[in-house]
């Protein structure tokens, strides 16, 4: 993530962000749950989300999107009134 370096993503668990074909998606990294609510755009290759959830204590509220580039996920991710941050990920194999 751009706005937050390795040791705080991983702080309590790896971070990650899964998109449940059909359902909603969760992200977590550093001491922030979120449920995120997305959606395919269908003109720009990409998802679109909101999320809900925990930043330590306090909920928080946001937006974000998503798309592959390459064998990566690239993203944006707002938190309402708050900070916001380019993320990177890769797929993990299940049970790593």
């Given at each position: 993530m751009d706005a937050w370096d390795l040791d705080f993503i991983d702080i309590e668990e790896p971070g990650y962000?899964?998109?449940?074909?059909?359902?909603?998606?969760?992200?977590?990294?550093?001491?922030?749950?979120?449920?995120l609510d997305w959606r395919q755009d269908p003109d720009a290759e990409r998802v679109?989300?909101?999320?809900v959830g925990r930043?330590?204590?306090?909920?928080?509220?946001?937006?974000?999107?998503?798309?592959?580039?390459?064998?990566?996920l690239i993203g944006w991710i707002v938190f309402h009134q708050g900070e916001e941050s380019g993320f990177k990920a890769c797929r993990q194999e299940k049970g790593k």
């Open positions: 962000i899964a998109f449940k074909k059909g359902g909603p998606g969760q992200m977590h990294f550093g001491c922030v749950d979120l449920e679109d989300f909101s999320f930043d330590e204590e306090d909920e928080v509220t946001g937006r974000g999107w998503a798309k592959m580039e390459g064998k990566k």
